[in-house]
């Protein structure tokens, strides 16, 4: 499979990117969306932190993770 097969829309994605961070989980996920749904990435990231990583799920770590993301032009 490659990235055509997918059938991403052109444009703006931000990337959330596990792996980017060291964690004893060494977690690998990579969480995408397109730049106008950047609010739902940021929900899905702080639940993923939450639940796999014992993040509290606040305010404060979605302002974080926000500034974690990175973007992609496809």
């Known amino acids: 499979m490659d990235l055509k097969s997918l059938n991403l829309g052109r444009g ?15 977690c690998r996920l990579v969480i995408m969306a397109p730049d106008s749904q950047r609010g739902d990435l940021v929900d899905a990231a702080a639940t993923h932190a939450a639940a796999r990583h014992g993040h509290q799920n606040t305010p404060q770590l979605r302002k974080e993770l926000d500034s974690f993301l990175d973007v992609v032009e496809i």
């Open 12 to 26: 703006k994605w931000v990337v959330a990117n596990c792996g980017k961070f060291p964690s004893e989980k060494n």
